[in-house]
Structure formats: C-alpha cells, structure tokens
C-alpha cells in the first residue's frame, strides 16, 4: 500500500516516486546555477574584452536621411566615397589613438567628398562628419567578427537628419570595404584567445 513500508524495511513507490523528483529536482538546480555562474563568467569576460576592444579600434558609423530606398542607397554611396577619400590615411604603423587623431584632421576632406557624392546624386542634404564616443549594442561583421555591445571612439557620418537606419564596420583596424579588401585583420589588434572569442560569434547569453 502506498505510504507504508513493506516488512523488508523497503521504501513504498510513493516514496521512491518522490525520492526520484527530489533527485531530478537537485539536478535542475545545479545545472541552472552552473549556467548562472558560466553566464557570469561569460559576462565578465565580455566585459573585458570590450574595454580592451573600446582602445584599439575605431568604428565607423553612417546614418541615413531616412529609410527611405533612395535615402538608404545614397547612405551607401555616401559610405563608399568617404572611405575611398580616407584610404590612404591609415598604414601599419597607426595606433587607434594616431588613426583617430588622422582622421580628425582629415574631417574637412572627407566631409568634402561626402557632400559632392550627395550633390552628384542630386540631393540637397547637408553632410556631417564627426568622432565621438558611441554605444554599441553587440554587432556581427560579415558573419566573421562580433563586437561585444559598449561605448566605442567611432567616425560618425550623419546624412541629412540621420533618422535613417545606419550603416557600421570597423574603420580602424581597416575592416570597411572598399578600403580593405580580402577579409578582417585583427593582428597586432587582439591576442589569439581575445580574436577566437570575436571569430566565433559569441552569445553572452544565460
């Protein structure tokens, strides 16, 4: 009968029933809190590698007028042209520092050449370009290299409002196309455990 023991001391089903969640309960528990402590490990990690990525790389950040589908095909063009002009600043004895210092005095030029590729498409927008300090939520380049979500140093060009969906890379190391070509360079950028984390599409997720 269930709840009673039977002679040979041996425990009721119930009680074997019970004894069974009870063990699946316990094992539950421990994988959640396992994943808890792994998702914080994780976070912390993600953390670091960020405020080490925030001081050596510098993003670039293209706002469209709007969402508009000629808006959104100007941002590109727009996009192509300033990255073209700015091609020839960066070689490999650049810091992020130094690049970020280059393109502020090559801001007039770039802002230049982003105007006439506006005005040759028939637009009227004004164009701004400047460097300032942005948050990121977490981002994927080409489906190659993840950027943990943080404030980062980027080259911000606004077209016209700037309400329109935008349009990121990395513009230091030079990972936007056309200026690099041939896929994304992290070397002297990232030690080899910090670029397996970023090429692997990480998800800090619990």
Excluded at 30 to 54: C, F, N
Excluded at 138 to 154: C, I, Q, S
Excluded at 172 to 192: E, N, R, Y
């Amino acid at each position: 009968m269930f709840g009673k023991k039977s002679d040979g001391g041996q425990k009721s089903e119930r009680e074997q029933r019970a004894d069974v969640v009870i063990c699946f309960l316990s094992l539950l528990i421990a994988a959640l809190l396992t994943g808890m402590i792994t998702w914080r490990i994780d976070q912390g990690a993600e953390a670091k590698l960020q405020e080490h990525l925030a001081g050596e790389v510098l993003r670039f950040h293209v706002l469209a007028n709007s969402d508009s589908e000629e808006d959104q095909t100007l941002k590109l063009k727009v996009r192509d042209a300033v990255l073209e002009e700015g091609a020839h600043i960066f070689d490999g004895s650049l810091t992020a520092g130094e690049a970020e210092q280059a393109i502020e005095q090559a801001l007039p030029q770039l802002e230049r050449a982003a105007r006439s590729e506006v005005m040759k498409r028939g637009y009227t927008y004004e164009v701004h370009i400047t460097v300032s300090e942005e948050y990121f939520d977490t981002r994927t380049y080409e489906d190659e290299v993840t950027l943990p979500a943080g404030r980062y140093r980027a080259v911000r060009v606004i077209i016209g409002s700037g309400e329109g969906h935008n349009w990121w890379c990395v513009m230091f190391p030079p990972m936007c196309l056309p200026a690099a070509q041939g896929g994304v360079d992290l070397d002297g950028v990232l030690d080899g455990k910090e670029e397996k984390i970023v090429r692997s599409s990480p998800k800090y997720e619990p």
